[in-house]
C-alpha cells in the first residue's frame, strides 16, 4: 500500500508577556494582560481555530515546546494552493495569529468587549513543501503596542510553528455498507482494491466463532436466553485473498427511550469491533467499542464514543474519541491525540502496531483516523484516512474500515430502534 502526502502544521508552545522596562513601570498595564488571553489562528482555505494563551510573568520563563495548541492537515494541493499568488490586496497566503484580551460574550448581562493586543503573521514559503521536519518558527516576539492609563506597554508572544511530514493511506467504500461493499485504496486517480465486506443481518449461533460473545459468560438461563434473542446483525472485512481480518457486531441493541423514537444517552447502543487472534485460529480478540445515541435539543446531534478495550483481562478501557455531530448535516469523526487533548481530559494514546495504543508521550501520537459521517436520510460512498505511521499491516487497516461502517449506521440507528 502506497500512502499519500500530507503535512501537519503544529502551533504551540505558546505564551504571553508585557515587554522589557514596562514590566515594571505600569501595574494598569499588568493588570489589564492579566484578564483571560486568547488568540484567533487563520490560515487561507481552512477554519478558523481559537485557543487561549497563558499570561508568562517571569522574564527567563519558557513555555513547554512540546504543547501542540493547533493544527493544520494539509494535502500537496493545499500547500500548492497557499503558495500560489492570491488577490492584490493578499498576494501572499500567511500564518496569521491574532491575540485578544478578555472574551467574548457578557458577563451578568453587561457586554464584554475584547481587546486586541497584537497580530503574528508567517509568510507561506518554498519550505512548507519540503518533505522533512522544518522548524518554521521558535522563540519569542513583540506583537504590537498597547495604550493604557499609565502609558504604553509592549506584548510579547512566544510560539512555535513546526511543520512535519505526515503520510496516509486513503480508503474508500465503493457503495453502502448494506450491500457487502468492496473497499479500494485511492492513489491520485487510481483505485486498489483492498478489502471485501460480508454484511449479515442473522441472529449470532454458536457455531459462529463470535457467539462466543454472546452466550459464553451467561450466569443464568434467563440472561443466556436473553443474549440469544438479540438480533446478531455483524459485518466481517476480508482481504483479497477471502480470509476475515476484522468484524464487527452489536453488542447492545438500540432500543428508544420510553416514550420517544430515539436512543438516550442513558442506554445507548453499542458495536464490538473485533481482530483474529494470531494465536488461536478461528478466534476473535476485542479491540474496540464504539456506542452512539442521540441528544435532541434545538439542532440534535448524534454522539459517538469510541473505546479502546484491553487485550487483558482487567478489561480496561481507554476513551479515544468522543464525537458530536450534527444529525441533520453529519459531520467529521476523528481519533487525534491532540484534538482530543485540547477538547476535554482523555488520555494520551500513542499507536505502535497492530492496533496496540500504548500511553505514551503525546509526541508520538497525533492524527491517527478521520473520516465523514453523513446526516439521518443520507447516503455515501464513505472515505477513510489512516496515518500511516499507525498502520503496518492490512490488518491494522482492516479495523479502521469496520470502525468506520458502524459510523455510517450511528445516525440513524441512534434515531430510531432498528434492532427491537
Known amino acids: 500500500m502506497d500512502p499519500q502526502a500530507f503535512i501537519k502544521l503544529s502551533i504551540g508552545s505558546f505564551g504571553l508577556r508585557i515587554s522589557g522596562s514596562a514590566l515594571n513601570s505600569s501595574k494598569a498595564g499588568i493588570h489589564a494582560f492579566s484578564s483571560p488571553c486568547s488568540c484567533e489562528i487563520r490560515l487561507r482555505g481552512f477554519p478558523v481555530q481559537t485557543t487561549s494563551i497563558p499570561l508568562v510573568s517571569s522574564p527567563e520563563a519558557t513555555p513547554d515546546i512540546h504543547n501542540i495548541a493547533s493544527s493544520f492537515y494539509l494535502e500537496d494541493s493545499d500547500v500548492k494552493a497557499l503558495q500560489t499568488p492570491g488577490c492584490f490586496y493578499n498576494p501572499h497566503a500567511c500564518l496569521e495569529i491574532t491575540v485578544f484580551t478578555g472574551r467574548k460574550g457578557s458577563h451578568c448581562g453587561v457586554g464584554v468587549k475584547r481587546q486586541q493586543i ?32 499609565s502609558g504604553k506597554l ?19 467504500f465503493e457503495d453502502v455498507t448494506m450491500l457487502s461493499p468492496q473497499i479500494v485504496q485511492l492513489q491520485g486517480s487510481i483505485k486498489q482494491p483492498i478489502f471485501s465486506c460480508e454484511f449479515s443481518r442473522d441472529r449470532v449461533s454458536k457455531v459462529d466463532p463470535l457467539g462466543t460473545y454472546w452466550t459464553g459468560s451467561a450466569e443464568s438461563s434467563d440472561i443466556e436466553m436473553e443474549r440469544r434473542e438479540r438480533k446478531g446483525w455483524k459485518v466481517k472485512i476480508h482481504d483479497l485473498s477471502g480470509s476475515a481480518v476484522a468484524a464487527t457486531f452489536i453488542t447492545t441493541p438500540f432500543v428508544p ?6 436512543v438516550a444517552m442513558s442506554n445507548p447502543g453499542a458495536w464490538l469491533i473485533v481482530r483474529p487472534d494470531v494465536c488461536r485460529p478461528e478466534s476473535w480478540m476485542p479491540w474496540g467499542k464504539l456506542e452512539a445515541w442521540r441528544e435532541c435539543g434545538i439542532r440534535d446531534t448524534i454522539c459517538c464514543r469510541f473505546h479502546l478495550l484491553s487485550e487483558s483481562q482487567d478489561g480496561a478501557e481507554v476513551l479515544m474519541s468522543e464525537i458530536f455531530i450534527s444529525a441533520e448535516k453529519g459531520g467529521e469523526f476523528f481519533i487525534d491525540t491532540d484534538r482530543q487533548l485540547r477538547q476535554g481530559p482523555t ?38 484516512q489512516l496515518a500511516m505511521r499507525h498502520v ?11 470502525l468506520q461502517q458502524r459510523l455510517t449506521s450511528a445516525s440513524r440507528r441512534a434515531s430510531l430502534s432498528e434492532e427491537r
Open 154 to 172: 509592549g506584548a510579547e508572544l512566544h510560539l512555535r510553528v513546526q511543520r512535519d511530514p505526515d503520510p496516509r493511506y486513503v480508503f474508500q
Open 257 to 262: 427511550s420510553t416514550g420517544c423514537d430515539w
Open 347 to 384: 488520555p494520551v494514546p500513542s499507536p505502535q502496531s497492530s492496533g496496540d495504543f500504548s500511553a505514551l508521550s503525546p509526541i508520538a501520537g497525533g492524527f491517527i483516523m478521520s473520516c465523514r459521517v453523513q446526516g439521518e436520510g443520507k447516503s455515501s460512498k464513505p472515505l477513510v
Open 392 to 402: 503496518t499491516c492490512v490488518e491494522d487497516a482492516a479495523i479502521f474500515m469496520d
Open 118 to 149: 497584537g497580530t503574528f503573521k508567517l509568510e507561506v514559503g518554498p519550505e512548507w513543501g519540503q518533505g522533512k521536519p522544518v522548524i518554521l518558527f521558535n522563540g519569542w516576539i513583540g506583537i504590537g503596542k498597547n495604550k493604557h492609563e
